[in-house]
């Protein structure tokens, strides 16, 4: 099992920057590709990025591509979202997520990760 905790959201002005703890626990995390998603209000949860196993490969969502760093410490089972020059359309819950079952593969899809933090709130005001 690889239960999630998201820390690290807040409020913050348009132009700043933030970042996100997902803290995991279980032996499974240093094998399992870890995503963060967003959801707003009637919107579909959607794809921010994701880092391999051993932080080899990332892949983000072209709209945060150059502003958005995903990182990870296995010794801490800790990811990492750094978020720089934010916008308020960054606004969302954001969400940990971690696929343990498929493999190596960044899965850009929900149903592709089997765990998932409570999210936290990320707000960018104007």
């Known amino acids: 099992q690889v239960p999630l905790v998201e820390s690290g959201g807040g409020v913050v002005q348009a132009g700043g920057s933030l970042r996100l703890s997902c803290a995991a626990s279980?032996?499974?995390?240093?094998?399992?590709?870890m995503g963060w998603f967003r959801q707003v209000p009637g919107k579909e949860r959607e794809f921010v990025g994701g880092?391999?196993?051993?932080?080899?490969?990332?892949y983000y969502t072209d709209s945060v591509k150059g502003r958005f760093t995903i990182s990870r410490d296995n010794a801490k089972n800790t990811v990492y979202l750094q978020m720089n020059s934010l916008k308020p359309e960054d606004t969302a819950v954001y969400y940990c997520?971690?696929?343990?079952?498929?493999?190596?593969?960044?899965?850009?899809?929900?149903?592709?990760?089997?765990?998932w933090g409570q999210g936290t709130q990320v707000t960018v005001s104007s």
């Open positions: 997520a971690a696929d343990s079952a498929r493999g190596r593969t960044i899965g850009t899809m929900t149903w592709q990760y089997n765990y």
């Open positions: 279980g032996r499974t995390f240093s094998t399992s590709v």
């Open positions: 880092i391999s196993w051993n932080g080899g490969s990332l």
